[in-house]
């Protein structure tokens, strides 16, 4: 069990962001994302500038399929360079393990539009060329991370719009024009070919397409989500659960609601140790909420059982 954080923080300072993360998740540091960068430092814009194979950049309404890269992209591909030098001067070139964040295909199919305003998801073509511009791109991102650390690169996906994918609640250009929905089989082969170590996708439990499913902690009390869980935990699956700080009193009382929770699963609670860890989400105060995750990892891991 370990706590980590999921990419995006506040602030706009990637010096200040490294150190809090390698101070508080020494064990699992990641990449920080910083949103409040603005354009391009938004997660469709981040993975975007991961693509090498093929121009993605800032169109009238979204981000949208370019012939030749733009001012934007090139801006995000500095930006890019720049937070890795920034992040290599805090922590240093020798990290054993480093997590690295993207958007999934199909997140980033239904985010990006074509030249004639429909989304990449639309198109088959299209799809399977932004797709493999993906897997490139975050190949030679994990690369280019590893040799930066001489690390371990893990790979997290997030796939906010993956089950409205699957449901085909995606919107089309107007309500004459619905896209379907994908079939799971094909969802999963796509992501799979990806290789992500944790995927967060909502409560999608039949997925299993990468070795840790993150979920929100909140909300996994309904019979499917009880029944979801205990199913992929008994598949030797692991979970990430992403815990709001202020929603529990202090660290100690987040503890006791997911031991109770794994115990109404009728699971040991030593799938707290090893299939299990947790996250803080959202983070308002990166500092903070981080060492709230690790404090509560940190009890799970040792009194489990007394809890």
């Known amino acids: 069990m370990t706590g980590f954080g999921l990419g995006p923080m506040p602030g706009t300072s990637m010096s200040e962001a490294a150190d809090i993360v390698m101070g508080e998740t020494g064990a699992l540091p990641h990449l920080p994302q910083l949103p409040d960068r603005g354009l391009g430092s938004d997660a469709i814009g981040r993975t975007a500038g991961l693509l090498e194979t093929l121009t993605v950049d800032r169109g009238p309404r979204s981000w949208q399929m370019a ?62 060329d932004l797709h493999a511009a993906l897997l490139e791109g975050i190949q030679a991102h994990s690369a280019e991370v590893a040799r930066r650390f001489n690390a371990e690169v893990a ?30 089989e094909v969802a999963i082969a796509r992501l799979e070919e990806l290789g992500a170590d944790y995927l967060r996708a909502g ?23 009880l029944d979801g869980l205990g199913e992929h935990l008994e598949a030797s699956r692991r979970v990430g659960l992403a815990l709001d700080p202020r929603t529990f009193t202090d660290a100690r009382a987040a503890a006791i609601a997911v031991a109770q929770h794994v115990d109404r699963l009728g699971h040991s609670r030593e799938l707290l ?22 404090e509560v990892a940190g009890m799970l891991e040792r009194d489990a059982g007394d809890l």
């Open 155 to 184: 790979l997290q996906l997030d796939e906010p719009q993956l089950a409205d994918a699957l449901a085909g609640r995606i919107p089309g250009t107007t309500d004459f024009d619905p896209i379907r929905a994908v079939p799971e």
């Open 273 to 294: 140790v090893t299939h299990v860890d947790i996250n803080p989400w959202p983070v308002r105060d990166a500092a903070r909420d981080y060492r709230f995750a690790a």
């Open 203 to 225: 409560n999608l439990w039949p997925l299993a397409s990468a070795g840790t499913l993150l979920v929100d902690f909140a909300g996994l009390d309904t019979p499917a989500n």
């Open 67 to 128: 012939a030749r890269p733009q001012r934007e992209t090139r801006r995000v591909w500095d930006r890019m360079e720049r937070d890795l030098d920034a992040i290599v001067e805090v922590w240093g070139e020798h990290v054993p393990r480093v997590k690295i964040q993207a958007v999934g295909p199909w997140t980033l199919a239904a985010a990006v539009e074509l030249s004639n305003g429909h989304r990449v998801i639309t198109d088959r073509g299209a799809r399977e």
